[in-house]
C-alpha cells in the first residue's frame, strides 16, 4: 500500500491552529483521503499524560522540560504514527519537532545540536511531507489567549520568549527547502485557509 503523508501545523499561541487543524482534516476528508488527526505533547496515553505534567503549575527546568516532550514524542512517534502512516493513511499532528526547535531552541535557549541530536534519534528517517507555519506577532497572539479563560504554563511566558520562538520559526522555514509553508495568521480566516488550501493541493497533486 502507497504510505501515507505526514502534515504538521505549527505556530506560536493564539494563531488559530485549532480552528485550522479542523479544516485541514476536513479538506483532506472531503477528497477521499484517510486522515489521522493527533497532537503533540500527547496523542497516546503517556503522552496526554506527560502534556498535563508539561502545562501544568510544576517548575521544570529546560533540560527535563526538553526530555519530557522527547519522551512523548517517541511513544507518539512509534505507536501512532509510524503505524497509520505505514497503513497509508495522512497523519495530521497539532505540533512536531519544529515546535521543539522554536520554544526549547529559541525559547529556552537549548542548543541546537541537542535537539537535533534527539529528533535523528526518536524521528529516524521520519521527516513531515508538509508543515504549516501560522505566524502572527506575539502581541497580536498574546491578546488572543487574554481572551481565553485558563492559560497553561507556556502561555504566561513574557513577550520576549515569544519573540524568540517566532524568530525560530521565521529561521527554520527559511532554512527549510520549501518543506515549512509560511502563513499570514494575522489576516481574516478565510485568507489564511485559501493558502491553506493551495498548499494542500499542491501535496495532494504530488
Ligand atoms: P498547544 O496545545 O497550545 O499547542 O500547547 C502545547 C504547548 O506545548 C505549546 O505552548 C507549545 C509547547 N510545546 C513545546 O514547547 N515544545 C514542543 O516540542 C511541543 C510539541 C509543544
Same mark, same amino acid.
Given at each position: 500500500?502507497?504510505?501515507?503523508?505526514?502534515?504538521?501545523?505549527?505556530?506560536?499561541?493564539?494563531?488559530?491552529?485549532?480552528?485550522?487543524?479542523? +479544516?485541514?482534516?476536513? &479538506?483532506?476528508?472531503?477528497?477521499?483521503? #484517510?486522515?489521522?488527526?493527533?497532537?503533540?505533547?500527547?496523542?497516546?496515553?503517556?503522552?496526554?499524560?506527560?502534556?498535563?505534567?508539561?502545562?501544568?503549575?510544576?517548575?521544570?527546568? #529546560?533540560?527535563?522540560?526538553?526530555?519530557?516532550?522527547?519522551?512523548?514524542?517517541?511513544?507518539?512517534?512509534? %505507536?501512532?504514527?509510524?503505524?497509520?502512516?505505514?497503513?497509508?493513511?495522512?497523519?495530521?499532528? *497539532?505540533?512536531?519537532?519544529?515546535?521543539?526547535?522554536? +520554544?526549547?531552541?529559541?525559547?529556552?535557549?537549548? %542548543?541546537?545540536?541537542?535537539?537535533? &541530536?534527539?529528533?535523528?534519534?526518536?524521528?529516524?528517517?521520519?521527516?513531515?511531507?508538509?508543515?504549516?507555519?501560522?505566524? =502572527? #506577532?506575539?502581541?497580536?497572539?498574546?491578546?488572543?489567549?487574554?481572551?481565553?479563560?485558563?492559560?497553561?504554563?507556556?502561555?504566561?511566558?513574557?513577550?520576549?520568549?515569544?519573540? !524568540?520562538?517566532?524568530?525560530? &520559526?521565521?529561521?527554520?522555514? !527559511?532554512?527549510?527547502?520549501?518543506?515549512?509553508?509560511?502563513? *499570514? $495568521?494575522?489576516? #481574516?480566516?478565510?485568507?489564511?485557509?485559501? *493558502? =491553506?488550501?493551495?498548499?494542500? *493541493?499542491?501535496?495532494? $497533486?504530488?
Amino acid at each position: 500500500m502507497q504510505p501515507g503523508k505526514l502534515i504538521t501545523l505549527e505556530g506560536s499561541e493564539g494563531t488559530g491552529k485549532s480552528t485550522n487543524l479542523g +479544516y485541514v482534516h476536513d &479538506y483532506l476528508a472531503q477528497r477521499g483521503v #484517510p486522515v489521522v488527526i493527533t497532537r503533540e505533547p500527547g496523542g497516546t496515553a503517556l503522552g496526554e499524560a506527560i502534556r498535563a505534567l508539561v502545562l501544568s503549575d510544576q517548575v521544570i527546568v #529546560p533540560e527535563a522540560e526538553l526530555l519530557l516532550l522527547c519522551a512523548a514524542r517517541a511513544q507518539h512517534v512509534r %505507536h501512532v504514527m509510524e503505524p497509520a502512516l505505514a497503513a497509508g493513511h495522512w497523519v495530521v499532528s *497539532d505540533r512536531f519537532t519544529e515546535a521543539t526547535h522554536a +520554544y526549547q531552541g529559541g525559547g529556552r535557549g537549548i %542548543h541546537t545540536d541537542i535537539i537535533e &541530536y534527539l529528533e535523528r534519534w526518536i524521528l529516524g528517517d521520519l521527516r513531515p511531507d508538509l508543515t504549516l507555519l501560522l505566524d =502572527i #506577532p506575539p502581541e497580536t497572539g498574546q491578546q488572543r489567549i487574554r481572551n481565553r479563560r485558563s492559560t497553561d504554563r507556556f502561555e504566561r511566558e513574557d513577550t520576549g520568549f515569544f519573540e !524568540r520562538v517566532r524568530a525560530r &520559526y521565521l529561521e527554520r522555514a !527559511r532554512m527549510s527547502d520549501g518543506r515549512i509553508r509560511l502563513i *499570514d $495568521a494575522a489576516r #481574516p480566516l478565510a485568507q489564511v485557509q485559501a *493558502d =491553506i488550501a493551495h498548499h494542500l *493541493d499542491e501535496i495532494l $497533486a504530488a
